[in-house]
């Protein structure tokens, strides 16, 4: 199909000028007598134009950035960062794909030049890897810090970070280790392997993290039931607020089941903390006990989360 000089086919030009016409109040009746065309085909030329990225629309919402909201989250909590979200619909993929879109975006103005990134898998997280744009950015690891929990397939997860690596142009590590072992020596031996000793030096590195915090409803629906003994999932069901990257805490930051935590592959609380940039992704008000522990003691100073949680933050850090 021949082009311009500006690599514009006469359709492009076309659904260009029909764009800027409707976007200018005009109706579609109104464009296509300008345009000789039928109604019909104006239609299809607005859609053209959407589908060669001629068409940007931003939409100002006053919710998502209402500074008041966002300075006293930044002053109670210590944060670098504050994103807000105001969900399209009222559905929990509906605020995921928001929660994913808006951190995306602070994670592409966070990472830098040779960053090595640490993240969890969860499907906020896989929504985040749907949004990521590709980011401008040379020498950047990718580092999975959790092992594989949960009923979700291994393809969906591997996907998610495919996804985010390509997004970063990144080096991918990750391991298929269950994030539970059944026992103490099964993990002692899969830290042994050569898989796991590579993930755990290049961890060591990363300046960034990206995970979701869960509360305790999310994350036992999350696990395999056999992972956990019955004595567990009592002491996790009176104590735990949530997890974060599958250790579970209560109200005080503390690990409820040190057993189970001792069974637990990922990263730990303790290197969690020193990570540089660590960006919480969450939203919903089961979220809001553990999100609330999590940036309370310094799991996070990055925060994205939706208009709800954030007004319920501020009453609960009151």
């Avoid at 966070?110 to 401008?136: F, K, L, Q, Y």
């Avoid at 985010?164 to 590590?173: D, I």
Wanted: glycine share 6%; with cysteine; net charge positive.
């Amino acid at each position: 199909m021949k082009r311009n000089e500006f690599g514009l086919t006469r359709r492009d030009e076309q659904a260009i000028d029909a764009t800027k016409m409707y976007y200018s109040g005009m109706t579609q009746a109104e464009i296509a007598p300008l345009l000789h065309i039928g109604r019909p085909a104006v239609s299809k030329l607005l859609t053209h134009a959407r589908e060669r990225g001629f068409v940007c629309v931003h939409v100002n919402d006053p919710r998502e950035n209402n500074r008041r909201i966002i300075k006293t989250l930044q002053e109670r909590y210590h944060l670098l960062d504050v994103r807000i979200v105001v969900a399209s619909g009222n559905g929990p993929t509906d605020l995921r794909k928001a929660l994913g879109r808006a951190a995306a975006l602070m994670i592409q103005e966070t990472v830098t030049s040779g960053d090595s990134i640490g993240v969890v898998w969860s499907e906020t997280i896989a929504e985040v890897a749907n949004a990521m744009p590709e980011c401008d950015v040379e020498g950047i690891k990718l580092i999975q810090l959790g092992g594989d929990a949960g009923r979700v397939g291994s393809v969906r997860k591997e996907h998610c970070y495919k996804q985010l690596a390509q997004a970063l142009n990144a080096r991918w590590y990750s391991t298929d280790y269950p994030a539970i072992f059944d026992s103490c020596d099964e993990k002692l031996r899969a830290v042994a392997s050569a898989e796991i000793k590579e993930l755990a030096r290049e961890s060591e590195q990363c300046r960034v993290m990206i995970y979701s915090p869960r509360g305790y409803v999310d994350s036992v629906a999350l696990l395999q039931s056999e992972n956990l003994a019955p004595d567990e999932q009592q002491r996790l069901q009176t104590k735990a607020v949530g997890d974060l990257c599958l250790r579970f805490i209560d109200s005080r930051a503390r690990v409820c089941v040190p057993d189970l935590n001792a069974r637990t592959m990922g990263i730990t609380l303790p290197k969690l903390r020193k990570i540089e940039q660590k960006i919480a992704v969450a939203g919903g008000e089961s979220s809001v006990d553990v999100l609330h522990v999590a940036l309370t003691w310094g799991y996070a100073n990055k925060l994205v989360t939706d208009i709800h949680t954030a007004q319920l933050l501020l009453k609960k850090s009151s």
